[in-house]
Nanobody, 120 residues
């Protein structure tokens, strides 16, 4: 199986920056896409940014130009650099990995979530 450990959330003022990190471990054979999702109170979980194994990225319109996703294939990590943060970015952020592990087929794995709060 795959375990995901997230770090980097916290409280930041509007206009500030935060960097989220996620490390995948376990009996991993291959990692395909890696990404970040978020869920605000009373709202559905939404995709924020994803990155393919080849480095192709895709962003939600609401974060384009402000957030940057990156990955280190050697370390099985994915980061999300968040700049120019807005109050509407406040949410629990979840790391997602699509991977093949052990005897399992390809599957999605989720981190435990990290809180990001943007407030003055």
């Amino acid at each position: 199986q795959v375990q995901l450990v997230e770090s980097g959330g916290g409280l930041v003022q509007p206009g500030g920056s935060l960097r989220l990190s996620c490390a995948a471990s376990g009996s991993i054979s291959s990692i395909y896409t890696m990404g970040w999702y978020r869920q605000a109170p009373g709202k559905r979980r939404e995709g924020v940014a994803v990155i393919s194994s080849g480095g192709i990225t895709n962003y939600a319109d609401s974060v384009k130009g402000r957030f940057t996703i990156s990955r280190d294939n050697a370390k099985n990590t994915v980061d999300l650099q968040m700049n120019s943060l807005k109050p509407e970015d406040t949410a629990v952020y979840y790391c997602n990995v699509n991977a093949q592990a052990g005897w399992s087929g390809r599957a999605d794995y989720w981190g435990q979530g990290t809180q990001v709060t943007v407030s003055s």
